[in-house]
């Protein structure tokens, strides 16, 4: 379902969208800049791991600071499982999480939402709405390739261990680890720090306590499959499911759960690969 929205109930959709988040929740805004109000939605998230805060930024290539203020960044830093992302010609404006959706003009800014007149498309869907095209669906996919393809500037992942004994008894959340953090860089203040690029696929998900990679690197290899969809995606055994994929699994997190390709060669692996084994 589809709604065109302006007013309260742009806002209120916005809101809701933050506040009922419940495992993946993605902004999309040129300008951020968080009120009290915006930060008292954003706190109920701040000591859930299981949520993955995605927050992609840009504009003000000079003076990144006039786009989302240092004490604002660094309130989202806190939180325990998040990616921010620069985009120096970002314009568009999207707010998601794994159930609903808003397309529209308004920046996360307090000032815009108390002044300014805006619009927006909002769509709920269910778990089988994501086996669909829809608005929304393309929306989410179209912000998440800007993402994958644009400047990681914080990265912070939850640390789980995997209680094994007679039975599974899941996952428990340890700690979270900062993975990446060129801040001080971004924001000017070690002007002569030079450090590479990095992407939002250079990086895990989540991280297993004590693991190590179980899979040895092969000299070469650029790109691998998706080991759901069969569709061609980067290398990477930690993530070997393109988005769309990823939010359908991670509606259970099974990571045993039979899948229908191998992520290295693309052949067909009759249930043989899994989020735990990609690779035939």
């Known amino acids: 379902m589809s709604k065109f929205i302006t007013g309260k109930e742009l806002e209120d959709a916005i809101y ?33 791991p299981k949520i993955h805060l995605t927050l992609v930024f840009g504009k003000n290539e000079k003076a990144v600071r006039k786009s989302m203020s240092k004490a604002d960044f660094d309130y989202f830093k806190k939180f325990l499982n ?17 159930k609903q ?24 869907q269910s ?8 608005a929304d669906n393309d929306a989410w996919n179209e912000c998440m390739e800007i993402a994958e393809n644009s400047e990681v500037v914080f990265i912070k992942r939850p640390v789980f261990e995997t209680k094994k004994m007679i ?23 070690s002007k002569n720090e030079k450090s590479e690029n990095k992407r939002l696929n250079d990086f895990p998900e989540e991280l297993e306590l004590g693991s190590k990679a179980e899979i040895r690197p092969e000299r070469g ?13 980067k ?46």
């Open 167 to 189: 039975i599974n008894l899941g996952k428990i959340y340890i700690k979270s680890d900062i993975l990446f953090d060129s801040t001080d860089k971004f924001y000017g203040f």
């Open 235 to 280: 290398f990477n055994p930690k993530q070997p499911m393109n988005r769309e994929s990823w939010k359908i699994w991670n509606e259970y997190g099974n990571e045993d759960f039979p899948e229908k390709y191998c992520h290295k060669t693309g052949k067909a692996s009759n249930g043989k690969t899994s989020m735990r084994n990609p690779i035939m």
């Open 127 to 134: 778990i089988l709405d994501r086996f669909k095209q829809s």
């Open 16 to 48: 809701n969208t933050i506040w009922e988040t419940e495992s993946r929740l993605l902004i999309v805004s040129p300008f951020i800049k968080l009120d009290d109000y915006f930060k008292e939605l954003f706190d109920k998230h701040e000591n859930n």
């Open 82 to 98: 998040v990616s921010i992302i620069y985009v120096p010609n970002l314009h568009a404006k999207y707010y998601g999480n794994e």
């Open 221 to 233: 290899i650029e790109h691998g499959f998706c080991i759901r969809s069969g569709k061609k995606i």
């Open 101 to 124: 959706g808003v397309i529209t003009s308004i920046n996360l800014y307090d000032y815009s939402f108390k002044n300014n007149i805006e619009f927006g498309v909002y769509s709920q």
